[in-house]
């Protein structure tokens, strides 16, 4: 995730409400359908839509099935408030169910927002023309006498227009503007109006990138909203009396752990370049239209990047020193606004006109179609923090409501920064852990989501801060309330506390948030992956709890591990690198934590050990660090692009250029970079836990040495799709089969580890491995589930010479070549395809035998080498077949050439069709050299 924060404002560009009026009476009910032409195209950097003929794709209906509050639980009593143009006379409400909701019987919108210290509630209400223009339609004063239960504040509207918006205007004490010590810690502010934690939908802009009206002055108590980059936003309201979304029987996948294949990706990204020849670029649809190349490709499981709503203008600001007039995004999204709304600005159907429900059935769509191909929908979540930021940042929502409840406070007021984003949230305060899991169990029951990633999820088992709702004498036996600090719970030394004597941000051994998670009857399937460390410091790779093995972790000492060994560091890599193949036992099955580990040896020590090898998400690469292209290219990071002197982003990348920094025309060197990046497929393809591939990694993406694009949204960070379609290395293909492989082989997706019975290690002599820190050969062989049913054979050179290995014998089998990172494409995996003829692959395999069938293989330097173990006789058919191919071949010569055309000849006009592409002159080199290895 990125850590930077600020907000920042640029340009003005005015949205025309009457524009957007006409547009949503054009898409009517249903979007409109895109065979009628809403083709979205960029212009300005705005998502705009022209009419043309085009094929028809399926999209989302504005019917929705709300939640709804039974009447005999709304209190239909009218209360003081009058009734208008847009609703009827309200109602006193009910505090049953949060959010909006609508109640069928009494024809009626009910309200609930929970704010205990909060003085007074106005609800906000706006049509979208007055929303853009930063001013309320309606304001309805909540009465705390007849409009508040408890903690919770209710009304409901009868006969509402449910084309208007939401939001609320809530006051009470601010410490910046009164000096009682009661103020302390609260944050209210009557000249905002802010967004309903529990929304299902947000509306301040329509599309991507667009800024809000140029003309209005946001300084000015008359308008709503904090500049063009954060207009006034508002919550779409439920609509009564439609029918549900057509799951068509979608129900939960359920793919064993073990078998998942995860893709970690980013929606707008995917799709936002021209090449991708969608027609809703940029959007959850333009994703739907890409499916079935993720199925082709693999995977089984999509991990989103954020997609709860965030604001990508947060940054925006010209970036210093662009060129191009580029301006800062926050392109990544790890910054929420609120977290039951998908982001509206990735859909095509709000930037089509179209309300929330549209947004909905168009987020349920993707899961469903993605269902239909087999793969999950995994949600990268981010309950670390929310955009509000530190104390200078905007009061968006949370701050406005209850600071002391939703954030980490100091006893004066000041936030806890664990997150590094100004902010955090204050996760096992029971009103913001009520919140977090119901956000949960809305998007598995409402969206049929698959699981979460919860971004630095070591924040979530932190202690909270609490605090008296007043400032009382201390009570004997109790928590004492400092007095001069406004109610905030601490200890004997003025330390804030849980208000059980628990120190603020103590990391728990038992975190009632994780625990309440793990333990949730809806969520029982729902597979949760920990990034089990935070800003602070605080890492739990290996003993996040996990209440019975329910939790899954990125595995960081996996990708250190792997990049380490594989670019030929001197030390413990070799050993480290085996067990990383293996699951990582010593992370995830050993109970002794190392000496340096201070979570695992205090308060994490119960959760350490006894896992299985799917608590460990491998990893080589993610979205924030070097892709797999710049892991091999760049030594150090070159993020001037980023406008802050490069002194952004991790310095220590445990990358190695292969000879020479960046792009280079030197042969030698790019041929040792894709040898490198195969490598690293391998390594993670191979090894036993959960495989990440990063977006773009399997065709080779480059972010021009750039590990921190948080603020891109260009090239650096879009697929090019001319790039995945041209593959003139090779590389998507090699990923591609490499998957295929990997699921075709239970061996490599074990739910135990590994036994001496299952595996045993090799150096250059069978069965004498070396684990000496000058070591750069790994080796094993690794048997196969059933007796007697052969196995494979793995070994990665990372040294810079080249090794002559004796392969094990087993009575009555042989060896037969799969992999071979040191020869060019297509002969690198030799799995018969569209790129490699079955006979080609055969002769490949055959001509290999003049190594295997004396017992030893050569490995080059710096490559990775798989072979499969089959039957002697196997291997003898495939050898007398090579011979009568030998002998048709000749014959045919001696009638005057072959009938069809020799896999030589086949090849050479492949690599004629590529002359032209950038990788041109390398394709004639593979069919060379492929040419000379088959003679």
Known sequence: MNTSTGLRCGSNRAVGSKQQQAARNAAGRAIGSVRDACKPTRHSRALTVSCKATVQL??????????????????????????????????????????????????????????????????????????????????????????????????????????????????????????????????????????????????????????????????????????????????????????????????????????????????RGFTAHPSAAVQAPGTYLGLIEKLDYLKELGVNAIELLPVFEFNELEYYSPIPGSTTGEHRFNFWGYSTVNFFSPMARYSFAIASGADGAALQQEFKLLVREAHKRGIEVILDVVFNHTAEGNQLGPTLSFRGLDNRVYYMLAPLGEYYNYSGCGNTLNCNHPTVRKLIVDCLRYWVTEFHVDGFRFDLASILTRAHSAWHTSTPSPVAGAPPAALHSGGAIVDETGIMTDGAGVPTGTPLSDPPLVAAISEDPVLRETKMIAEAWDCDGLYQVGA?????????????????????????????????????????????????????????????????????????????????????????????????????????????????????????????????????????????????GVPMLQMGDEFGHSKAGNNNTYCHDSELNWVDWRQVADDSHGFARFTRQLIQFRHTHPELRRTSYVSDNDIQWHGEAAFKPDWTDSSRLVAYTLKKHAPDAGGLYVAFNSGHTPKVVELPHWHGRAWKVVIDTGKLAPYDILIPDAELAPEEAEQAQLAATMWTAGGYYSVLAWSTVVLESVPEAELAALRSRGRGASAAGAALARAGGPLTPTPQQQRAERASKRAASPGGLMDEIRASKAADMVQ
Request: aromatic share 10%; with cysteine; proline share 6%.
């Open 58 to 267: 399926e999209v989302p209906k504005t019917v929705t099935a709300p939640r709804q509050v039974p009447a005999k639980s709304v209190s239909l009593e009218p209360v003081v408030q009058e009734a208008t143009a847009h609703y009827g006379k309200p109602l006193r409400g009910s505090p049953t169910t949060l959010g909006a909701t609508y109640v069928k019987d009494a024809d009626a919108i009910n309200f609930a927002l929970t704010s205990g210290s909060a003085k007074g509630v106005k609800l906000v209400l706006f049509t979208e023309d007055d929303l853009a223009m930063g001013k309320a339609t309606y304001e309805v004063q909540l009465d705390p006498a007849t409009n508040k239960t408890g903690d919770v504040w209710h009304i409901a509207l009868p006969q509402c227009d449910t084309s208007l918006l939401y939001a609320y205007r809530v006051t009470g004490e601010n410490q910046d503007k009164n000096n009682a010590p009661s103020a302390v810690g609260h944050k209210f502010d009557e000249t905002s109006v802010i967004v309903d934690p529990y929304a299902k939908g947000i509306l301040s802009r329509r599309r991507y990138g667009e800024l809000g009206p140029a003309h209005l002055d946001y300084k000015s108590d008359e308008v709503l909203g904090l500049a063009p980059t954060w207009p006034q936003a508002a919550a779409f309201l439920p609509k009564p009396g439609e029918e549900d979304f057509d799951w068509e029987g979608d129900t939960p996948l359920e793919l064993p752990m073990e078998d998942l294949v995860i893709y970690e990706m980013h929606v």
């Open 544 to 688: 996040f709890p996990h209440y019975g093995g329910r939790w899954s972790e990125w595995n960081g000492t996996y990708r250190d591990t792997v990049r380490q060994f594989l670019k030929g560091t001197e030390g413990p890599w070799a050993g480290n690198f085996a067990s990383a193949l293996c699951g990582s036992p010593n992370i995830y099955a050993n109970t002794h934590p190392a000496e340096t580990d201070w979570w695992a040896n205090n308060a994490g020590r119960r959760w350490r050990g006894n896992r299985a090898p799917t608590a460990s998400i491998n990893f080589v690469s993610a979205h924030d660090g070097f892709s797999l292209a710049d892991l091999v290219t760049y030594n150090d990071k070159h993020n001037n692009a980023n406008g802050e002197n490069n002194k952004d982003g991790e310095n220590h990348n445990l990358s190695w250029n292969c000879g020479v920094e960046g792009i280079t025309e030197r042969l030698d060197v790019n041929r040792l970079r894709q040898r490198q990046m195969r490598n690293f497929q391998c390594a993670l393809l191979l090894s036993h």
